[in-house]
C-alpha cells in the first residue's frame, strides 16, 4: 500500500470541523479504554474483522465539534483515503460498527464539510 492520504496544504477548516493538534493528547479521548491513548488505537480497538478500515494505516486529523464522536482519519488505502468516523468507545462485532462514511478526495471531503458548516448535512 502507498503513504497515507494528505490533505493539501492550502485546505481550510469549516466549523464545526477543527484539526487535531496531537492525536494522542486529543481530549475526545475521555471514553476512550485503550492501555495506550490515541485516537487511531481507539478505532483499531473498535474495529470487528471485515470493517471497512481493517488493516490500514490510519492517521487522526481533525474532530467534530458538534458532535464529540465524529473523527476524521485519513488512510494509505487511495480508493479510502479519508474517512469520518463515528466512535463508540466500545469493541464492535458488527463490521458496520463504527459507523464510517469514506469521501474518495479533499474535494469530496470538503463538500460535505460545507455542507455541515451550512447546517444542510446529509
Same mark, same amino acid.
Given at each position: 500500500?502507498?503513504?497515507?492520504?494528505?490533505?493539501?496544504?492550502?485546505?481550510?477548516?469549516?466549523?464545526?470541523?477543527?484539526?487535531?493538534?496531537?492525536?494522542?493528547?486529543?481530549?475526545?479521548?475521555?471514553?476512550?479504554?485503550?492501555?495506550?491513548?490515541?485516537?487511531?488505537?481507539?478505532?483499531?480497538?473498535?474495529?470487528?474483522?471485515?470493517?471497512?478500515?481493517?488493516?490500514?494505516?490510519?492517521?487522526?486529523?481533525?474532530?467534530?465539534?458538534?458532535?464529540?464522536?465524529?473523527?476524521?482519519?485519513?488512510?494509505?488505502?487511495?480508493?479510502?483515503?479519508?474517512?469520518?468516523?463515528?466512535?463508540?468507545?466500545?469493541?464492535?462485532? #458488527?463490521?458496520?460498527?463504527?459507523?464510517?462514511?469514506?469521501?474518495?478526495?479533499?474535494?469530496?471531503?470538503?463538500?460535505?464539510?460545507?455542507?455541515?458548516?451550512?447546517? #444542510?448535512?446529509?
Amino acid at each position: 500500500m502507498s503513504e497515507i492520504y494528505e490533505l493539501p496544504k492550502t485546505f481550510t477548516w469549516l466549523s464545526p470541523w477543527h484539526p487535531i493538534e496531537d492525536e494522542k493528547s486529543h481530549p475526545g479521548l475521555r471514553g476512550a479504554s485503550s492501555e495506550e491513548p490515541g485516537l487511531v488505537k481507539e478505532l483499531e480497538r473498535e474495529m470487528p474483522q471485515g470493517h471497512v478500515l481493517s488493516g490500514l494505516s490510519l492517521k487522526a486529523i481533525a474532530y467534530c465539534s458538534a458532535d464529540p464522536e465524529e473523527f476524521l482519519f485519513l488512510s494509505n488505502d487511495p480508493k479510502k483515503p479519508i474517512a469520518c468516523v463515528h466512535l463508540t468507545w466500545k469493541k464492535e462485532t #458488527n463490521p458496520q460498527w463504527p459507523h464510517t462514511d469514506i469521501y474518495e478526495s479533499a474535494e469530496e471531503w470538503l463538500a460535505q464539510m460545507k455542507r455541515e458548516h451550512e447546517g #444542510n448535512a446529509t
